[in-house]
Structures are given as C-alpha cells and as structure tokens.
C-alpha cells in the first residue's frame, strides 16, 4: 500500500506540477450485528483502507506540499456518536479525528494546514453496496433534519478547507451532519 500511495502521488505531481491541497476521501465499511462477526481480515482490511492509506498518502505528499498548503482528511460523525454495527468503520474515524489533530501540530511549524471534515449520513455508492433494501429506505432519517445529505451538501466543506479563507483553522473538524449535535 504504501508503494501505491507514494506512486499515486508522484502521478499527480507529474500531471499538475505539485501539490497544494491533499484530499482523503476513500473508505469501506462492512456492517456487523455484533463484534464476534468481524473477523481479523475485516478488521485489518478496514484500517488498511481508512487510515492507513491516509497515513502513507499523506507522508509521500509532504514533499511536495509547501508553505500554505493544506491537508484534508474525511472522517464520520461515527467517530464521535459511535455505530454498534459498525464497529471497525467507527474507530478508524476516530483515528482519522486523531491523526488529524496530531499531524496538524507536526506540521504548523511547515505553515501546512491539516483538518477534517466529518459528515453525518451521506448518499454515496457506500449505502446501497453495504445496507439491506430496508436499512436503504430509511438511511439518514434519524438526522434533525430527516433525511441524508446529498455530495454538494458536503463538498463546501472541503473547499472552504482548501481555501485562503481558512488559513487560520488547523486541526479542526468540520461537520456537515444533518444538526446532529457533537462533542469533541
């Protein structure tokens, strides 16, 4: 994975010169009645997609990255109201809330700005792949708002991060979640 990643950067830099904003947007999650029913590969596999590809992208990136540049990370309102059928899914959310608190210290000093972004119920591919028909129909109706975003609802976010008008925020999240209040 993390020759990947490195070779996913260099690409980039390649195509367009350099890089000012790295995205972390990718994520998997397998939903599980009870914690007996994930297995070790799931466990692992979930990591190795939500975290730690984070991780190795955003070390290879580094490089390239210069003064004003900014870090993106997406992580999940699971990671502060937890999911108990989505037990793994939920802790590599909080790792990502961690890890992005963690590497925006490391990196203030580099003038480089790392956040993130964590959405409540969304619709993308992810719920209709991983949710039966029923769980589907009703996906989203326990916001304050009673139903699930749409990607634009989501994507401000990101620019606004991205942008020169948040280039005093670093280490923040950002949530985007239907009125869901909270904590952290």
């Not at 260099?10 to 367009?16: G, I, M, S, T, Y």
């Not at 190795?56 to 502060?80: C, D, F, P, Q, R």
């Amino acid at each position: 994975m993390n020759f990947f990643c490195a070779q996913a950067v260099d690409r980039a830099v390649q195509e367009l010169g350099k890089i000012d904003v790295l995205v972390n947007n990718a994520a998997e999650q397998h939903p599980q009645e009870d914690l007996d029913a994930i297995s070790s590969e799931q466990l692992e596999r979930t990591f190795r997609t939500n975290i730690f590809a984070m991780f190795y992208l955003a070390k290879a990136a580094l490089k390239h990255i210069g003064e004003g540049g900014a870090i993106i990370n997406t992580s999940s309102v699971t990671a502060y109201r937890g999911s108990p059928h989505l037990l793994d899914y939920a802790a590599t959310k909080g790792a990502i809330v961690s890890f992005t608190r963690s590497l925006s210290k490391a990196l203030a000093p580099k003038k480089i700005r790392v956040n993130a972004v964590a959405p409540g119920p969304v619709w993308t591919p992810l719920i209709p792949s991983t949710f039966p028909p029923e769980k589907v129909k009703s996906f989203g109706s326990e916001t304050p708002l009673g139903r699930p975003a749409e990607p634009a609802e989501i994507a401000p976010s990101y620019v606004f991060l991205a942008s020169n008008d948040a280039s005093y925020m670093t280490g923040q999240v950002l949530h985007p979640n239907g009125g869901e209040v909270v904590n952290g």
